[in-house]
Each structure stands twice: as structure tokens, then as C-alpha cells.
């Protein structure tokens, strides 16, 4: 869409582009940074939910260097092909990059095609993940914030920031995606890397993506578990009954009470 783009911009100024896809609303803001005299206007969504959007405005209002590289910052926060974070939204997300320019250097270097992702870019991206869990936060990289809001801010563990190996898979997705797909989305015939070198697998004849090189937590330390079932556990959407376990102390269903009573010295044995 992006190199029909190019083609007609070079005989028209006013163009329309019909999408349903918000990937191509970001990367239709990011293009008026190369062809600024253009208007470009996208027919976005469908029924009650359609509506125009003047790409070259938002633009404007973006400057150069926010529309530019607006599509890292959206493939790093959650695209189609990258995951996001639980429970921060992209406005979140942009409010801490507001404040935080000095992740806006990191993006520009990451959008162009990079050969690898060095620990510097990864302790700045850190540390700005780690500011979307807390703003607050004097923590400068995940595995720390992460164990202070566990264990101080009695956060749960769907709620921190992801591990570091983790985060390091995440990244390199969402600058697969942006650095090298879209960066030559106005080219014929594109060359990519191979996606095994940006945190994808081969596995039953298709790409996958690579989580992470440590063990699943919900199989090392089944002891951190615990349901908030109102009542028995006997649904489906129980943790415990979904690792296989009976619940405990740290429940609060009717089955943790039950333990407590039974096992008041193992509930609380901290050795």
C-alpha cells in the first residue's frame, strides 16, 4: 500500500486511502514526512465507526521526529505482529514518551535497518518499560522494578514489567517489523533477515515467536500461584486447577480457607 502510495504521490497531491487497519493509519503519518506537500486522507473503520483522518495534519502536529518514528513506537507498544504489554495502552505509552525523549534517539537508530540490538539500546528501552509500569519507578532496568513491585507494592505478576530476557525477545520483534518490513515498504522487491536472527521459530511449518530462554514461571515456582475465585474451585478459569494444583493459603476461595485451618504452621513456614 505504502509503494502505491509513493507512485500516485508522484502525480497527484490529494489522495485517499480506504483501510480497517490502524498499522496503516501509522504508517500513512510516518510517509508525510517524506512527501510533505502531500494530503493525504484515510477512510479508517466501517458503519458507525467510520470516519476520515487527515494523515498529513497529524502529522504536522507530530513533527518530523515523533511522525517519523511513530511506527517503532506502535509495533513496540503492540502491533499485529508484536505483543503488548499487559494493561498499558498506547496513551500511557505515549505520555511516558513524552517525557522521556531521550528513547526517541534509541527508536531513530532502531528504525534503520540495524544489524543487532546492543545492551545500550536495550538499558534505554528498559528503562522506559519500566516507567510504564511506574512512573515513579527509580528503577533502571525490569528485573529490578519487577521485584520491587511484587514484593513492596504487592502488585500482581500479570501486572510488572516482563523479564529482561523477555523484553529482549519483545524488542526484537517490534524492530523486525518496523526496522526491516516496514522501512522497505516502498520497495519492490524487499530483502529481509532471516526472522530466526529477530526472535521468531520455525515450528509446525510456520513462524512463531520466540518467548523467551527461561523456564515458565508457572512451572518453577508453582508456589506463587493463587486463584481469586469467589467460591469451590471447580471452573476452568481457576488458576490453581489450571497447573494442576490445590490451592493454599494465599487463595481467597473457600478451598484456601480450608487449607489454612488444616495446615495453620505449613501456611506460614517462610523457610
Not at 38 to 66: N, T
Not at 93 to 120: D, G, I, M, R, Y
Not at 122 to 130: D, G, H, P, Q
Amino acid at each position: 500500500m505504502m509503494l502505491h502510495l509513493a507512485h500516485a504521490a508522484e502525480h497527484c497531491r490529494r489522495i485517499l486511502i480506504h483501510t480497517v487497519d490502524t498499522d496503516v493509519v501509522v504508517l500513512s503519518v510516518a510517509a508525510m514526512t517524506r512527501h510533505p506537500h502531500l494530503q493525504l486522507w484515510i477512510a479508517m473503520g466501517a458503519g458507525k465507526d467510520f470516519r476520515y483522518i487527515a494523515a498529513h495534519d497529524i502529522s504536522k502536529v507530530l513533527g518530523v521526529s515523533k511522525a517519523q518514528y511513530l511506527p517503532l513506537f506502535h509495533s513496540f507498544t503492540g502491533c499485529d505482529t508484536v505483543s503488548c504489554f499487559n494493561g498499558i495502552g498506547k496513551k500511557t505509552a505515549w505520555e511516558v514518551w513524552s517525557k522521556c525523549n531521550h528513547v526517541t534517539a534509541t527508536f531513530q537508530k532502531l528504525c534503520c535497518a540495524p544489524f543487532e540490538l546492543t545492551a545500550n539500546d536495550m538499558s534505554v528501552l528498559e528503562r522506559f518499560v519500566t516507567l510504564l509500569y511506574d512512573r515513579g519507578s527509580n528503577c533502571h532496568d525490569v528485573n529490578s522494578a519487577r521485584k520491587y513491585m511484587f514484593t513492596k507494592t504487592g502488585r500482581q505478576i500479570e501486572n510488572i514489567p516482563p523479564t529482561s530476557e523477555a523484553l529482549f525477545q519483545h524488542c526484537k520483534w517490534a524492530i523486525y517489523q518496523r526496522g526491516h518490513i516496514w522501512s522497505q515498504a516502498y520497495e519492490r522487491q524487499p530483502v529481509l533477515p532471516d526472522p530466526s536472527d529477530w526472535g521468531w521459530q520455525f515450528m509446525d511449518r510456520q513462524w512463531q515467536p520466540f518467548w523467551t530462554v527461561l523456564p515458565q514461571a508457572s512451572l518453577t515456582c508453582r508456589e506463587l500461584l493463587k486463584c481469586a475465585c469467589k467460591k469451590e474451585c471447580r471452573s476452568k478459569c481457576c488458576k490453581c486447577n489450571k497447573a494442576g494444583l490445590k490451592c493454599t493459603a494465599l487463595c481467597s476461595c473457600v478451598c484456601g480457607a480450608d487449607f489454612l485451618v488444616q495446615h495453620p504452621v505449613q501456611a506460614f513456614n517462610t523457610n
